[in-house]
């Protein structure tokens, strides 16, 4: 799993973890997510509100907006009276605590055919910018977890881990704003370029070529979401203090991703960098995605090599520094040393099986990276019949 500074994230996985205990467990009600967009004065902008009912039967109402130009969340405390809604705006450092937070600005509006309208305006000025909103997105979703009060809204609507954003007509405008594509590099039949949140520079492959249009629809679905996520990691980081770490996008307009391998079967992407949001370290990461080019999914790397085998174990024993397949990585001694765990992640590249060390603690990310290359041709008493219709040239005999 990537590791990431992301104090959101973590706070959502913090309250998911202390909702799956049997003690908590309880009937999860379905949120109204309601998403409008259009202009504050001049300004372009998508607001958002979300409103439940509670198991204790207790209505309750979360919103928040963002400008287009920046991109950033603002949370809006929501009070109902009649048909107008008043919202009220506090400061970003004040994230789901706005009862804690003087209110910097208000939105009063009421609703139209087709969307709200009214103004906004700062908190002691006597005259606001007129605003203008028109309906884009009206859902109700299952909530993942249960929801007591409006902070938990934005928790209970969509996992950060497994969404699709383009089901989410809030996230899908902030996150897949303007998306600039590289030139394109083919490999036979199948074809990838790089795509780039042109506003941030956070990037990550997509494919741009398949026999297959389903197939490539299926992976670029997967390939979009963790170019998503890293653009929601980097725009969050943003908008938090400065003496937090925030002000930047934390390092994710840098972090690498790049194909490393690819076959009309297989795509390995390498991923490595380092970001920082906060906490005593940055996080440095290095780790390869695997995709299956013929099944539209994460590639499992257990259908095409038999690792729960005594030739597997024979394999390891023969990975040693100074073996034929030592890429002879500067590393330090201790990385390798007696006692050192050697957990390998495996990948593929144009040689052969790769074994390599990832996403390791901070204390020892000094040791992460690619250390053996097994090639192909030594890999026989190992690969699954499967393994024929990806590396047909040297699997071909374990087909039955």
């Not at 999860?28 to 259009?38: C, D, F, K, L």
């Not at 005259?127 to 109700?140: A, E, H, I, N, T």
């Not at 203090?241 to 390092?251: C, H, P």
């Not at 060390?357 to 250390?371: R, S």
């Amino acid at each position: 799993m990537r590791i990431t500074a992301h104090i959101t994230a973590l706070a959502i996985w913090a309250v998911m973890a202390a909702f799956s205990s049997p003690a908590a467990a309880q009937a999860v009600p379905a949120i109204h997510q309601q998403v409008y967009e259009g202009t504050l004065g001049k300004h372009p902008i998508v607001l958002e509100i979300l409103s439940t009912r509670t198991e204790a039967g207790q209505d309750v109402s979360a919103a928040r907006y963002f400008y287009r130009q920046h991109r950033t969340h603002i949370q809006l405390g929501v009070e109902r009276r009649g048909v107008r809604l008043i919202l009220r705006e506090y400061d970003p450092a004040c994230y789901l605590q706005s009862d804690q937070c003087p209110a910097k600005a208000s939105f009063t509006l009421t609703p139209r055919p087709n969307g709200l309208s009214g103004q906004w305006i700062a908190t002691g000025r006597l005259s606001g910018l007129p605003v203008m909103l028109k309906s884009v997105g009206d859902r109700k979703v299952v909530a993942l977890l249960p929801v007591h009060e409006a902070a938990e809204l934005y928790y209970a609507l969509d996992d950060l881990s497994d969404y699709e954003v383009s089901d989410n007509p809030y996230l899908w405008r902030q996150l897949a704003a303007t998306t600039t594509y590289g030139p394109e590099r083919r490999s036979g039949m199948v074809g990838y370029v790089m795509a780039t949140d042109k506003g941030t520079g956070i990037h990550y492959p997509r494919l741009s070529r398949h026999p297959s249009p389903d197939i490539m629809a299926r992976v670029n679905r997967l390939l979009d979401r963790e170019r998503y996520r890293m653009t929601q990691y980097g725009l969050d980081c943003r908008a938090q203090s400065e003496d937090a770490g925030g002000g930047t996008l934390g390092g994710w307009e840098d972090y690498d991703s790049e194909v490393s391998f690819i076959s009309e079967s297989l795509m390995v992407i390498r991923e490595g960098g380092s970001t920082y949001c906060g906490g005593a370290y940055p996080n440095n990461s290095f780790r390869y995605a695997l995709y299956d080019l013929r099944r539209g999914e994460v590639l499992d790397i257990n259908r095409l090599l038999k690792r729960d085998g005594p030739e597997y174990g024979h394999m390891l024993a023969k990975l040693q520094p100074g073996s034929a397949y030592d890429l002879k990585m500067q590393s330090p001694e201790d990385c390798m040393g007696a006692g050192f765990d050697r957990d390998y992640s495996l990948s593929f590249n144009d040689k052969g099986l790769v074994f390599s060390l990832t996403d390791l603690p901070h204390v020892i990310g000094a040791c992460m990276g690619d250390y053996y290359v097994v090639p192909y041709a030594d890999l026989k008493g190992l690969w699954r019949p499967e393994a024929a219709f990806y590396f047909p040239r040297y699997a071909h005999n374990t087909v039955r």
